[in-house]
């Protein structure tokens, strides 16, 4: 089973910055893809960020383009996402997320965050 923590919520004013991070951690995992959602209220979770394990290649939701960048660290399974220019419709909980194959078995497998909280004022 593979446990994520997310850290680096908070309060901003609109047009600031913050920064995410997620850590995995578990037994004889292999993560392939690890990345964020949103959901704010009243509204359907959508994608935001994703970056594959191994290449490192990046996805993004056009609403974040050029204002957010995600990166990973392999050496600690963990993944930040920096978010700039932040605006009141980018307030939402953010969950972090994870693909990855249960090495003992080879089943491809995911897994959810709790959620961190990102408020921003106009």
């Known amino acids: 089973q593979v446990r994520l923590v997310e850290s680096g919520g908070g309060s901003v004013q609109a047009g600031g910055s913050l920064r995410l991070s997620c850590a995995a951690s578990?037994?004889?995992?292999?993560?392939?893809?690890m990345g964020w959602y949103r959901q704010a209220p009243r509204k359907e979770r959508e994608f935001v960020a994703s970056?594959?394990?191994?290449?490192?290649?990046?996805t993004y939701a056009n609403s974040v383009k050029g204002r957010f960048s995600i990166s990973r660290d392999k050496a600690t399974n963990t993944i930040d996402v920096q978010m700039g220019a932040l605006q009141p419709e980018d307030a939402a909980i953010y969950y972090c997320?994870?693909?990855?194959?249960?090495?003992?078995?080879?089943?491809?497998?995911?897994?959810w965050g709790q959620g961190t909280q990102v408020t921003v004022s106009p």
């Open positions: 997320h994870v693909d990855f194959v249960e090495i003992l078995s080879s089943k491809l497998s995911s897994a």
């Open positions: 970056i594959e394990w191994n290449g490192g290649g990046t």
């Open positions: 578990g037994r004889a995992f292999h993560i392939t893809k």
